[in-house]
Structure formats: C-alpha cells, structure tokens
C-alpha cells in the first residue's frame, strides 16, 4: 500500500540495508527518549516520599503527573513540530532536551508544591520538543519496511526509561533523598543535549522514500500548516489511530502513575523491594512487547496495514485478565506476577500506531503527524488518566482509606473495552482506504 503522499517507494529505497551510522543515530535517540521518559515519569515512581515531604495528596499527585504536564507537553507539541519540519529536527531536539533537563534539576530544589508544579510545567515545555522529532530523524535513516521494528526499537526509551526510574531514582532516594535523584538526572540530560547537537547528523528529508527526481512532492514546497492539520483530522485512519491509542494511554499513563504508590501503600512494598523487582519487570516487560508488537507489524503488515490494528486489539484483550488479577492481589510478588501480563500486552499499540502514521503521510509532514498523534494521545491519556485515578482514589478514600487506590485502579477496566472497539474500527478504516486504493489503481 502506498503512502499518503502516492509516492511509489523505488526498489532500492525498500530493500536498502540501514548503515551502522543508522543504528549509532537511533541508539542516541533512544538514549534520549530514556531520558525524556525517565524526567516525565521520575515524580511518579518517588510519590511516597515526595508525598511524605510536601504534603501532597493523590488527587495533586495525579494532576502534577497528568492534567498539569500533559497541557503544555501537548500543545507546544504543535507549534515545535511545525518548527521542526522546516528547520533542523536535530538541533530543536538537542535544545528541547537541555530545557527538560534544566527543569527536572529545579524540580528537585522545590520546596513546595507550587514550586513543583511550575518545574514540572517546564518539563513539558521541553520534553514537547522530543519524541516528534526523533520520528521523522528514524523515517529518514531507516527504510519501508525497516521502519516498525526501527521505530519498536527507538520505543525501548519509556520501559528502560521506567525500569532506570525506578531502579536508580528508588536507589537514590533510598540511600540520599528523593532530591538527588531529580538533580542527577538533571545534569545527565545536559551533557546529552550538547552530545546530540554535535555528533547526531540530520538527514535528508524523505531520502529513502524515493530519488529526489521522481518525488516531486518531496523536492517542493514543506506543506502548510493548517493543511497538514485538515488532512490529519480529516482521514479516518489517521484519526482513528490517535483516538484508539489515546483510549489505552488512559490506562497505561494511569497505571504506571500510580503503581509505585500502590504497591508501597496497599502492598507494603519497599523502595528497595521496588528498585530491585518492579525495574526489572517494567524494563522486560514493556520492551519486549515494544518489540514484538513492532515485528509484528512489520512481518504482517506488508501484505495489509490492518495488523496494524488488529495486533493491538487481540494484545489489549489479552491483557485485562492479567490486570484485574494484578489490582486483586492481596500481596506484592502475587500482584508482580500478574502484571507481567498488562506490562507486555499494554504497549502493543504503540510501535504500530507510530509506524502507521509515519507511513501514511508525506516526508515533510512527518513531525507534524507525529506530533498531533501524541497531542491526542497524550491529552487523553496522560491527561486524564492519571487525573481520573488519583481523583478517584480520594473519591473512595472518604470510606475505603485502606484500599482507595485498588478500588480506583478498578475504574479503569472498561477503557480497555473502549480501545479494543477503536482498534476494531480502526481495521476496518484502514480495509475500507486499501479497498478504494485498490479500485483507483
């Protein structure tokens, strides 16, 4: 199936091996994105004693980790990517990566929780900067064909983001303070944002899609701002592919929000417990469905891009039963071993939903594509998801204190029914598009 653009791909662009400049640039970026992940989700994985030091509630808790960030990461997304697709994506990632660094080291010199909230605003500002960028630098170092599992690949930045989370920030925190953890990973970003901007190569837009000559769309104009736009609101798939990713987001930005709180407060699990056992879990778990997922659709989907839906459908139905024994468990190795299940089959949407859009649209509206599916996804997941749950928890800690984090862990199950039935209607979007290509052709 072709692209948006209607280009057709030249043999040698399909069958063109990555060179070892290739895999040093996305080794980068995913050393990046461990970062980026790791800045984002750092608040979450040291709650108790943040909590414990400032006061501050589930219901603050979720907003600072969801409402509060997700609101300026989302938005500036748009106007960065924008900025991006006309300008050097290396640099503008170089220079979002300083800024969120920069933050996360202020917020580790918060001594309230307004000071905090304006630090974590400032890691969004930054972090806005980050992953739409490395999509389109990975497009153009790497091939059709190649892009899924390039792309799973890259997506190892949140799980080994999260397992260093939570097995560096737990060993910090427990051996210092939770402080020393922030202003560690502060300075480590910095050096990595001056590396990036020095040794990270940018690479021709739309290179590999097809020769200079022959891609007439590629060679002219960058397309308009609001034309990207209308067209990526305007195309089912496109669309759909968002909206389902953004349902699923709900839970896993909720879920992984709040499972270190959960597991310290309702499961009686330590820091050290956490920084040895839920690390490795997380970085095992979630990369490997990461990848799966990602070959997956790269084996699958040459004949038909609907693996791009259904392989996230059947992994997300998968995972419910897992979760539920997971929010059940009345001890923390039982409820570790049931959220095995939800780590692996959670992120089964993220590889093809990234890969699908970078393929469905032109060269140079890449980061732009990019950056909307994550201003959707985002603003309902990391949104809201953690917003709800931590609302929630305060909802039912009025007559359940010693269990109001389980019982809102619970609310979120039916959004796994909701994402299921989008990636369904999702298959069918995309069947219907290749049906209408292939009569045109």
Request: charged content about 10%; hydrophobic content about 55%; aromatic content about 14%.
């Amino acid at each position: 199936m072709s692209s948006h653009s209607g280009a057709v791909q030249p043999p040698a662009a399909q069958h063109a091996r990555p060179d070892g400049r290739a895999w040093f640039v996305l080794a980068i970026l995913c050393f990046v994105y461990v970062l980026n992940f790791l800045d984002r989700q750092i608040i979450s994985i040291l709650a108790k004693p943040i909590q414990d030091e400032l006061g501050i509630t589930d219901g603050q808790l979720g907003r600072i980790t969801g409402l509060y960030f997700a609101l300026v990461y989302c938005i500036l997304g748009i106007p960065v990517a924008w900025i991006a697709d006309r300008t050097n994506r290396v640099k503008v990632l170089s220079v979002a990566c300083a800024i969120w660094s920069a933050a996360t080291l202020f917020c580790g010199m918060a001594r309230t929780y307004p000071q905090l909230v304006a630090g974590r605003l400032a890691v969004g500002v930054g972090e806005a900067g980050g992953v739409p960028p490395s999509y389109a630098i990975i497009s153009d170092y790497f091939p059709p064909g190649r892009r899924g599992t390039a792309l799973a690949l890259f997506n190892f930045g949140p799980p080994i983001g999260m397992a260093l989370g939570v097995a560096f920030g737990a060993s910090i925190a427990a051996a210092f303070d939770w402080r020393a953890a922030f202003i560690s990973l502060g300075i480590i970003g910095l050096v990595t944002a001056a590396f990036v901007w020095f040794f990270v190569p940018e690479p021709k837009k739309g290179g590999l899609d097809a020769p200079a000559p022959v891609q007439a769309e590629t060679a002219g104009p960058a397309p308009g701002f609001w034309g990207t736009m209308r067209m990526f609101f305007t195309r089912p798939v496109l669309l759909l592919t968002a909206l389902a990713s953004g349902a699923i987001q709900f839970v896993t930005y909720a879920t992984l929000n709040f499972t270190t709180l959960f597991l310290m407060r309702e499961k009686a699990m330590t820091l050290q417990e956490l920084a040895l056992y839920y690390s490795v879990l997380l970085g095992v778990g979630v990369a490997a469905g990461m990848f799966v997922s990602g070959w997956l659709v790269d084996r699958f989907g040459q004949k038909s891009k609907v693996a791009y839906a259904i392989v996230p459908a059947i992994g997300l139905a998968a995972a419910v039963p897992f979760f539920l024994g997971f929010v059940w468990a009345p001890t923390w190795p039982l409820a570790l071993l049931f959220l095995i299940g939800p780590t692996f089959f959670n992120y089964f949407y993220l590889s093809p939903a990234v890969t699908l859009v970078q393929e469905e649209v032109r060269p140079q509206e890449r980061v732009l594509a990019g950056a909307l599916l994550l201003l959707i996804m985002n603003l309902i997941g990391l949104g809201f998801g953690p917003t709800w749950l931590g609302m929630m928890s305060e909802w039912f800690g009025k007559t359940n204190p010693e269990n109001s984090l389980q019982l809102a862990f619970y609310t979120l199950t039916p959004f796994y029914g909701l994402a299921v039935i989008l990636f369904i209607w999702l298959a069918h979007a995309i069947r219907k598009e290749e049906a209408a290509k292939a009569v045109e052709t």
